[in-house]
Structure formats: C-alpha cells, structure tokens
C-alpha cells in the first residue's frame, strides 16, 4: 500500500469508531496511477472501446487529466456495457463493464474502502481480501467440519445478490466509516449509472451493483458484514447452546451448528434478515442437511465455491470429510473444453496446443487440490479424447494414433492435470485453535 494508505489502514486499525473526512481528496494522480498498476489490463472495455494499450500509450497525461477533472468535480461517471455469460445451469450471469477510466478510479476509491474496513472484518470472510482466497475458505470449512463437534450444515444461496443489494442500506453502511459527502456521492453515481443492454437499450438500476465492476467486491463484503456476519457473530451465537460456525466468502457462505435445532432456528431466521435488506433466499438451494461422521453418505452433501463436501470412510475405517469437483462445475468443464476445441482445431499446433495447456492449468490451478484426483484424471481423459477426436477431423484421413497425439504434446510441452500438493496458506496452530474452540 501507499504511505497514504498505510496511514488510514492505521488509524482504522487503532480507532475502530473514527469517521474518516477528506477522502476524496485522496484521489490524487499518484493514488490513480497506484489504481492502474493493481487494474486488470486484460479485462474486457467498456462501453467507449477503450483498451487499456491504448490508454497506457499515453498513460502519464491521461492519470493528469483525470485527476485534474476529479479535483475539480468534473468528472462523470459513464455507462456501463452489459454482457451475460453461461452459467453452469444453463442460465446466463449479468455483467456490467464499466470504462477503463472508471475502472481506474473504483480501483482507487475500492483500496481506500479496503483500508477502512480489513479491520472490521470478521475472520470468517474470505472472499476478495487480501491474503485470503477460495482455497483456504474451502480448505478452513473441511478441517473445521472434521475435527470440530458439527452435525447439522445449512448451505444458503442468495438469488441475485449483486443485483438487489440496496443502494440506501449500502449508504448508510458506508456512512458508518465515511464522513466524506463527495466520496459517497462518486460511489453512488457508479450505483446509478445507466446501463446499456446489447441490444442498446438503457436503463438506470434501482438496486445492486455491476459484477464486472472494480468496486463491486468490497461493496458487497461491506453489505454482508453489516446484514449477515455481525448478525450470526453478535445475535444469533449468544443464543446458542452448542457450536456454530459460518464460513462465508462474498455471497457464498455455509453454516455449520452443532444441534438441529439450532439450526432450524437460523434457517428460519435467515429468510427475514436477508429480507430486511433486499435480499432473498433461492429455495431450492437453500436447505438443512445431516452433516456427521456417525451419518456417512454421498448422499448427505453439500456444495461450496465449486467442490462437493461429503463423509467417507478411509482406508483405515475412518471418517474423514472429502471434496471433489462438484458435478455441476465437472459438467461445465467437459462441455467447456469440448466446445473449445472443436472451434479452435482448424489452428496450428504451435497455437493451438500451448492455448489448451493454459485453459487446462487454470482449471488445474483452482480444482487440483488434494483428495480430488478422481475428477481431475477423468476431466483430463476426456480433454484428451476430445482432442485426439477433433485433430483427426481436421482432414478427410487420420493424422494421429493415441500414441502419436502424446508425443506430439509432449513436444509442446503440454502439462498433466495430475494432482499436486496444495499450495493453501494456512497457520495451523490458529487453524487448531479455530477448531478447538468452536468457532
């Protein structure tokens, strides 16, 4: 971080109740060109086309002039691109692209919020934080879950999170810390901003914030820390008489109780909570399920951040709490890669082979996680058979064996999905106390 951000990291660290002034005034050139080094130069334009080689040609008097126009307060925040990509049920996801400027802008106002609010968040948060990831949420619920006197897992799914968040709830939870009228103003023009559909139609939201959007993840850590951790943290676990524990990252989160009861009684609570501040409950994927190593069954499940938890016995007799790819992200691989390559297999092997060993070390890099081997060695297989079928169509006769395609791989340095040990950074004497204690 910068000193100037160092400092407000400080004193939110050692003032919990301060109300921070003169924040906007933090937008100087230096924190904006700080805001494009942490931007994702590869992310897609937004709705002017502007691409980030082409801002960076003159990237010292473009950071000028925006930052002159937000001193000034003459800077206005543009539309923003909407897209929709696939989901794994066949759904598509709304994304909104905000312009580069803007991007760079809510990058900088995103790692103020972050300054401000690290130290309010609960340990329980792992998404979009730093030092944090998907890994270790994942990898913190499995050992918590083994070692820890759980029974019952109520697994929630909020419908439409991004989209429905409140825009006068998240003011006012920003005002919490905020005491600065410009800032919020500027955070509350990006809400408003109108958005234009592919088929060019506007509309100005009443609700949410874009997913696609710089800001968008700190905005909706702050709006679950105020509407669902403090709650779970400060109503719901002094009632309780057994264990509880909640694992959350963004909107994602499971919570583990020790007793049935209890867990119904959060499970109807949650509804009314969530709903107090827009938000709702999918039905259908929210549930309580019987989570024990004394109950083990696949068929007594549950699914987080992409992978399967069940009990299984070892190969000792032992009960022990397994992940694997769930089936809906196995699903979505197959078709994903089999797609791929049948659009791309008219490419030259130069091309073609080091642009699928990419795709498959980044699904290797999130899934291949230890336990998993089973999913990983099946997905890989059958990327395997999807290529050896797709080069032998690319010409009337037959171009390669089994064995050929191998070799031919091998030459250009394609990796194997097989599994690794996992790169988790994880403190295991805090991790054991974490258990221990029931958290």
Do not use: C
């Amino acid at each position: 971080m910068t000193t100037e951000l160092n400092a407000i990291a400080f004193k939110a660290q050692t003032h919990r109740k301060h109300r921070f002034q003169n924040l906007y005034g933090q937008l100087t050139a230096k924190s904006l060109f700080q805001g494009w080094l942490n931007l994702n130069k590869s992310s897609a334009a937004g709705i002017d086309g502007m691409t980030s080689s082409v801002y960076e040609a003159q990237l010292v008097d473009n950071i000028r002039h925006l930052a002159a126009r937000l001193a000034n307060k003459q800077y206005r925040v543009s539309d923003v691109k909407r897209v929709y990509i696939p989901k794994a049920n066949g759904k598509q996801r709304p994304l909104g692209l905000p312009t580069l400027e803007d991007k760079i802008v809510q990058q900088s106002v995103s790692d103020i919020l972050q300054s401000l609010w690290e130290p309010e968040f609960k340990r329980f948060s792992y998404g979009y934080r730093p030092n944090k990831s998907a890994h270790q949420a994942v990898h913190s619920l499995q050992m918590n879950l083994q070692y820890g006197s759980y029974g019952y897992v109520v697994e929630a799914d909020i419908k439409g999170f991004f989209d429905n968040m409140n825009h006068t709830w998240l003011l006012k939870m920003l005002s919490q810390k905020v005491e600065d009228q410009a800032l919020l103003n500027l955070i509350n023009q990006w809400l408003k901003a109108r958005v234009v559909e592919p088929d060019g139609k506007k509309h100005k939201p009443q609700a949410g914030t874009p997913q696609g959007g710089v800001i968008s993840p700190i905005l909706a850590n702050i709006y679950l820390h105020y509407a669902l951790d403090l709650w779970f943290e400060k109503q719901i676990k002094p009632r309780l008489q057994g264990h509880a524990m909640l694992i959350r990252y963004a909107d994602d989160f499971v919570v583990a109780f020790q007793y049935k009861d209890e867990a119904k009684m959060f499970y109807r609570a949650l509804s009314s909570r969530l709903n107090k501040f827009n938000l709702e409950l999918a039905a259908d994927k929210t549930s309580i399920k019987r989570f024990s190593r004394f109950y083990l069954s696949q068929a007594s499940h549950f699914e987080f951040l992409g992978f399967r938890l069940y009990w299984e016995a070892d190969f000792k007799g032992e009960a022990r709490v397994r992940r694997e790819t769930s089936p809906k992200k196995h699903r979505l691989a197959l078709s994903t890669f089999y797609q791929w390559i049948k659009v791309n297999r008219h490419k030259r092997l130069n091309n073609l082979i080091p642009a699928l060993n990419r795709k498959v070390q980044g699904f290797r890099n999130y899934f291949a996680l230890s336990g998993n081997s089973r999913s990983i060695d099946n997905i890989l297989d059958r990327i395997l058979k999807s290529l050896l079928k797709w080069l032998n169509r690319r010409s009337q006769r037959k171009s390669f064996t089994w064995k050929g395609m191998k070799s031919m791989l091998k030459h250009f340095g394609f990796q194997s999905m097989r599994v690794r040990k996992p790169r988790v950074v994880v403190d295991w004497y805090d991790e054991r106390a974490y258990v221990l204690h029931g958290q």
